[in-house]
């Protein structure tokens, strides 16, 4: 199966290429300049893999929370060459993207974005058997002084919203994180490795059924309700 994989929900803008099993990456931390470097650094992997845009079976891409611009470019990527190519489309929570960076070592994973304005974008998950993760519960936003978490023992905590919100967040957890690290952003090629078991068992969506999860507002509707239409 060949998958192209696309993350622009924060300052870092990525393209990842899974190729029967093998994964090509580009990534860079450049705010305002995604629009001006995703579809290179797609057209890059492509060739780099010796692949032509009709070789493609299926794309995946990180559709939020994080910056309302770049969830959008996101998006709006995918869906173009996803149509053009009639291709199905693989949503994955940028925040799920994000937790799969923290270590295996037996924690649970809570992911916070910077959604500015004094909140995060707050996801928590459990890795699993086959070293991808799960939800535990909703996403949220919100105040990181009033972060609700599912009971754990242990935490990993992982994203810019630890960077800026360390000191709040660490009265949410039962003890001082097993391992934190605020300067992490969701990548492409974790998009391309949890969307990958999805799209090889046929459970990617039209291009056109794909929406911004932005969780401020309710503006849209999350990655669970989508599927649930489809």
């Not at 860079?28 to 470097?37: D, K, N, S, V």
């Not at 992982?158 to 097993?178: C, D, F, I, K, Q």
């Amino acid at each position: 199966m060949n998958l192209l994989a696309i993350e622009t929900a924060t300052e870092s803008c990525s393209a990842a290429l899974l190729v029967d099993g093998r994964l090509l990456a580009r990534s860079e931390l450049a705010p305002r300049r995604h629009a001006e470097l995703l579809l290179s650094m797609c057209d890059a992997l492509l060739s780099e893999a010796g692949l032509r845009r009709t070789d493609l079976d299926a794309l995946a891409v990180g559709c939020g929370p994080g910056a309302f611009t770049g969830v959008r470019l996101a998006v709006s990527a995918a869906q173009g060459i996803a149509l053009a190519l009639d291709l199905p489309v693989v949503p994955v929570s940028s925040l799920a993207a994000l937790a799969m960076q923290a270590p295996d070592n037996g924690a649970d994973l809570l992911a916070v974005i910077d959604a500015r304005m004094g909140e995060i974008y707050a996801g928590s998950f459990r890795r699993g058997e086959d070293g991808l993760v799960a939800p535990l519960g909703s996403e949220t936003v919100g105040a990181a002084a009033a972060l609700a978490l599912p009971p754990s023992r242990a935490w990993n905590v992982v994203g810019s919203g630890w960077a800026s919100y360390g000191e709040a967040l660490a009265t949410r957890l039962p003890a001082p994180p097993v391992w934190a690290d605020g300067e992490r952003y969701p990548q492409a090629i974790d998009i391309a490795r949890l969307a990958a078991p999805l799209a090889r068992s046929g459970q990617g969506i039209a291009a056109e059924h794909v929406l911004p999860v932005y969780l401020r507002d309710k503006v849209a509707l999350t990655l669970a309700e989508q599927r649930a239409r489809h």
